[in-house]
């Protein structure tokens, strides 16, 4: 279902001096994601008017995806639930656990309301913590086509593993799936992306 992010979160987002991890901890804290994976980063779909759409990764910026770090936070999180640890506490012990890079925040919007040629694509990408740079996309993704792509460039390892392989069948695999879910995104009308739009660099 689509969601609608906290006070807290919108407030955070809009915040020129908000940093990243300050910002994650935020939407972990408040619940802000439809989508909290293994690796506790997480992922949001919303929905507005007029064929606007929103689709958001939140990457954890403070932990690997190694099985250690991972059981280590089910852990605290069954601690949360149990009531032995608070939530603060839980962030906290989060943010001790620094790792020097991670997967950069990825956005998808399309808006139709906002296009104008060259300086403001309909359909884009931001890329990392940072508002102003959009990537062209001459489709309309869908909330599952966003999610594969996540999949696919930030958890390789798992995507290309013969678990995922025996996941979809002799028949079938990611990239196929991938390739059938593209299907599923529309290409932009002309009057959404021009023809000289097109010349430029862009996401098909």
């Given at each position: 279902m689509p969601m609608k992010a906290s006070d807290d979160f919108l407030s955070a987002v809009f915040d020129p001096a908000a940093n990243y991890e300050g910002l994650y901890l935020i939407g972990l804290a408040n619940t802000d994601y439809n989508l909290l994976l293994r690796d506790y980063s997480y992922m949001q779909f919303s929905l507005g008017e007029v064929d606007h759409v929103r689709y958001a990764y939140y990457p954890n910026p403070f932990l690997g995806s190694s099985p250690a770090a991972i059981a280590e936070l089910d852990e605290l999180r069954i601690?949360?639930?149990?009531?032995?640890?608070?939530?603060?506490?839980?962030?906290?012990?989060?943010?001790?656990?620094?790792?020097?890079?991670?997967?950069p925040l990825l956005r998808y919007e399309n808006a139709p309301d906002q296009y104008s040629e060259f300086n403001h694509p309909c359909s884009h990408f931001h890329l990392g913590h940072h508002?102003?740079?959009?990537?062209?996309?001459?489709?309309?993704?869908?909330?599952?086509?966003?999610?594969?792509?996540?999949?696919?460039?930030?958890?390789?390892?798992?995507?290309?593993?013969?678990?995922?392989?025996?996941?979809?069948?002799?028949?079938?695999?990611?990239?196929?799936?991938?390739?059938?879910?593209?299907?599923?995104?529309?290409?932009?009308?002309?009057?959404?992306?021009?023809?000289e739009e097109s010349l430029l660099f862009s996401f098909g």
């Open positions: 601690y949360v639930d149990e009531g032995a640890i608070t939530i603060e506490e839980y962030l906290a012990k989060v943010s001790e656990l620094r790792k020097s890079q991670h997967p508002e102003s740079n959009r990537w062209a996309v001459q489709r309309v993704l869908t909330p599952l086509a966003f999610t594969m792509l996540v999949a696919r460039h930030f958890y390789a390892e798992t995507w290309f593993s013969k678990a995922a392989l025996s996941l979809f069948g002799k028949s079938q695999s990611p990239d196929k799936f991938l390739a059938e879910t593209k299907l599923d995104c529309r290409i932009l009308p002309h009057d959404r992306f021009s023809k």
